[in-house]
C-alpha cells in the first residue's frame, strides 16, 4: 500500500498546469514567455532564503516576502513565468507610454526591468491566469505570488525582464488561505 500518494503526483499536475499556461493565446502568436518548475526542496530553500533576504533589505513594509517564504517552503512544487521583453510587436499602441521604437531603449533595471510592451503583459496575464484556472480544475491549491518572482529574477532562475511565481499545495488544508495580515 501507497501511504499520500497524491504527492507523488504532483510534478505531472505541475507540467499539466504549464501547458494551459503555454496554450494560452498571444498577441500576434509571438510567444515570450519562459516556464520553470521547482520541486527539489533544496531550490525551494534556497528561493525562500533569497525572499527572506530582500525583506530584510527592502525594510519593514516587505515583511510580506518573509511570510510568502514560508508557502514556498510548505508547497509541493512552484511555479515559474518570466516575460522575456526583446522585441516589440510593431502596434504602436502607446499602452506602455512609448513608441514600439522607443520603449527598448527605455528598459532599466528593478525588482522587474521596464517598461514593457502593455500586449506582452496581457499575454503574461492571460497566461498565469490560464494555469491557475488549470490548477483549480486539478484540486491544486495555489496562490500568485509577486515575491516569488522578484526572489526568482534575482537569483536568475529564468530569464526574463518579470517573473512570477505560483507555489502548489496538495495538503488536507489550503496553505494560501487563512495567511496572516503583515501588520504596518
Excluded at 125 to 140: E, F
Amino acid at each position: 500500500m501507497k501511504v499520500n500518494p497524491e504527492k507523488e503526483v504532483v510534478e505531472t499536475l505541475a507540467k499539466l498546469i504549464l501547458v494551459a499556461a503555454r496554450t494560452a493565446p498571444k498577441a500576434k502568436g509571438v510567444d515570450d514567455l519562459q516556464f520553470g518548475l521547482i520541486t527539489e526542496q533544496e531550490e525551494k530553500e534556497a528561493l525562500a532564503k533569497e525572499m527572506e533576504k530582500v525583506a530584510e533589505e527592502k525594510g519593514e513594509k516587505f515583511a510580506f516576502f518573509k511570510r510568502d517564504a514560508d508557502n514556498v517552503r510548505n508547497s509541493e512544487a512552484v511555479i515559474l513565468i518570466a516575460l522575456e521583453f526583446k522585441k516589440t510587436l510593431g502596434l504602436n499602441c502607446g499602452a506602455c507610454g512609448f513608441s514600439c521604437n522607443d520603449v527598448l531603449s527605455q528598459k532599466k533595471e528593478g525588482d522587474f526591468n521596464g517598461p514593457i510592451c502593455a500586449m506582452k503583459l496581457l499575454d503574461m496575464g492571460i497566461a498565469i491566469g490560464s494555469a491557475v484556472a488549470k490548477a483549480k480544475d486539478l484540486c491544486v491549491d495555489n496562490r500568485i505570488m509577486y515575491t516569488v518572482g522578484v526572489a526568482a529574477k534575482r537569483l536568475k532562475l529564468l530569464p526574463g525582464d518579470i517573473v512570477i511565481g505560483i507555489p502548489l499545495s496538495v495538503k488536507g488544508k489550503n496553505i494560501f488561505f487563512d495567511r496572516k495580515p503583515i501588520k504596518k
